[in-house]
Each structure stands twice: as C-alpha cells, then as structure tokens.
C-alpha cells in the first residue's frame, strides 16, 4: 500500500488520469441525477434505469473486447434513445427550455409535487361530474398529479378564477349558455385555476364518435404527462378518462371515482424520483470515503464507531 501511495505521488501522469477518470465519473452522475429530476413520475423512471444499464453494458462489453456484442448494444442504445425521445418529449423540451435560458439551479432541484386532491374534493368533481352525464352537458376537467402545468402547452390559457372547487361551480361553468363552457377548466389541488381553456388537438386517428373535447383531452396528455382529463359527452353523456395519451372510456361513476382515488388520494405513496442534492452529495461523500479508506487500509468510520 506505502508503494502505490509513493507511485501516485510520483508519477504525475498516473495522477492525472485518475483525476481525469474521477471527473468523468462525477459529470455522469450529475447528468443522471439531472435526468431523474427532470423525470417525475416512477413508472417513466423504470425506462430511464433501463437505458442506463443498456449503456453500461454497451460501455463494459468494449472493455472486455467483445466486439460483437458491442456493436448491437451500441445499436440498441442508439435505437432507444431515439424512443426515449419521442416518449419523453415534454421532458426534453422542458429540460432544453431551462438549458437555454440559463437556469442551471433549477435543474439540480426535485419538481415540487401537487398538494394531493383530498377525498371531499374527489367527491365535488364526482358529484358534478354525475349531474352534467345525466343532463347531457359537455364538460372537460384538466386534474393535474404530480406538479403544476405550464401555460405555456395551452393553446389559448382561458379566464383565471382561483375558486374553491364545488360541483355547483363546475356544473354552472359547462352550462351551454355560458362563456366559459367550450373550454377546458384547470385544476390544481383544491382550487379551480381557471376556465375557457383550449387545448391541442391529438393528431391521433380516433373514432368517429369522439368529438372535440375528447380530441383535445388526448392531445394535452400527450403533451403533459403530469395531468389527467376527465371528459363528459355532450351527445351520449358518457364519461371518459384520458391519460397520456389513451382515453379510457366508457367509465361509470364508481369506477371514476375509484380511478381518481387511485391517481390524487393523498394516502397514494408518492416517492420522490430523486432525492434533493444535499442528501445525494452526502451519501456519495460517504461512499467515496468508504472507498478511499480501503485502497488506502485505513479503519473505517463504522469499524472505528465499534471500537
């Protein structure tokens, strides 16, 4: 151990190269840890891990001289990450958007989530939902889940309100004779944000029998993937459900409310993706020094804590 130590203090380019290797190491994690804050939703983050190992294995069978199999994991990266792309485009384009404009800090900071939905404000959105099916009256209800929705993803942003959700307010907002009616309404937490919204069409094929409001419930969650849409038909009354991107339909009033319990109840474990930067720099703070008390043989800290 005294002869490695001495040959690293003596030999520069030796030196060198592990603090080559080290930066390389610390600039990786950073850009992962930047990914996995980006990312705010767990099932996403199952992809991401398995892009990750993909690129470890394409990197560690080019070590290992295995050409062949380097050569099809290198493809299979190239092919995944153009997949991951199309998925994950509102995340891209959020990611290069802050890139751009200079906010560095905000790309090491854990998107704060949604206060969750309590189940009084699950049963207004249920209990206005069911009047305006049973009266035929068109309605679009944009929940968000996991953090608030830029404005920016709407085509047109609508009227702001800041109200209380009630099902008598929902109920008179998509009454026909109102000016806020043919519009989406957003919201977030216990709050009605605001009305009128219009929103992107999908460019899906989709059936016949779907209108506008459907339509457009699909295209806004496959533009945000932190929100959900809740549709009602104004020619049959029946209830939809979109998510990104899939509208799932025809829903009963049990089943919307098992469906949005299951999404905004504030018992669902919502585990952070990423953990904040503090706690990340210590935990590879130890693990570094760990590391560095076994090539060098020194006692550990757990080891000395015994003794």
């Known amino acids: 151990m005294r002869d490695w130590w001495k040959q690293w203090l003596t030999n520069p380019g030796w030196s060198q190269s592990l603090l080559v290797g080290t930066l390389d190491i610390v600039l990786v994690l950073a850009l992962t840890y930047m990914i996995l804050v980006i990312i705010s939703e767990r099932r996403t983050l199952w992809m991401v891990r398995g892009f990750i190992i993909l690129m470890l ?20 990266v190239i092919g995944c990450a153009v997949a991951m792309a199309v998925a994950l485009q509102s995340e891209f384009r ?14 090491f900071q854990p998107s704060s989530l949604a206060v969750p939905k309590s189940d009084s404000v699950i049963d207004e959105i ?77 460019g899906r094929t989709a059936s016949r029998q779907l209108g506008t409001r459907h339509r457009a419930a699909m295209g806004i969650t496959e533009r945000v993937e932190n929100c959900i849409c809740v549709v009602v038909s104004e020619e ?49 703070g130890g693990k570094a020094l760990t590391l560095v008390s076994r090539l060098l043989g020194l006692p550990s800290t757990a080891s000395r804590d015994k003794k």
């Open 57 to 76: 294995a394409s990197a560690l069978s080019g070590r290992l001289g295995l050409p062949l199999l380097n050569f099809v994991l290198e493809k299979l």
């Open 94 to 107: 959020r990611f290069l958007e802050q890139l751009g404009r200079g906010e560095f800090q905000q790309l």
């Open 126 to 202: 249920v209990e206005a939902v069911k009047e305006l099916s049973k009266n035929r009256i068109g309605a679009l209800l944009i929940l968000e889940t996991t953090g608030p929705i830029d404005e920016r993803d709407f085509s047109v942003p609508g009227v702001k309100l800041n109200a209380d959700v009630s099902k008598e307010l929902i109920q008179t907002i998509f009454q026909p004779k109102t000016l806020l009616h043919d519009g989406a309404t957003l919201i977030r937490g216990s709050r009605i944000v605001s009305s009128g919204i219009i929103l992107p069409l999908s």
């Open 236 to 284: 049959t009354g029946s209830i939809s459900l979109a998510e990104r991107g899939t509208l799932n339909r025809p829903l009963t009033i049990r089943k919307l409310k098992e469906s949005l319990e299951a999404r905004l109840s504030p018992n669902v474990d919502r585990e952070a993706v990423a953990p904040g930067l503090l706690s990340l720099g210590r935990q590879i």
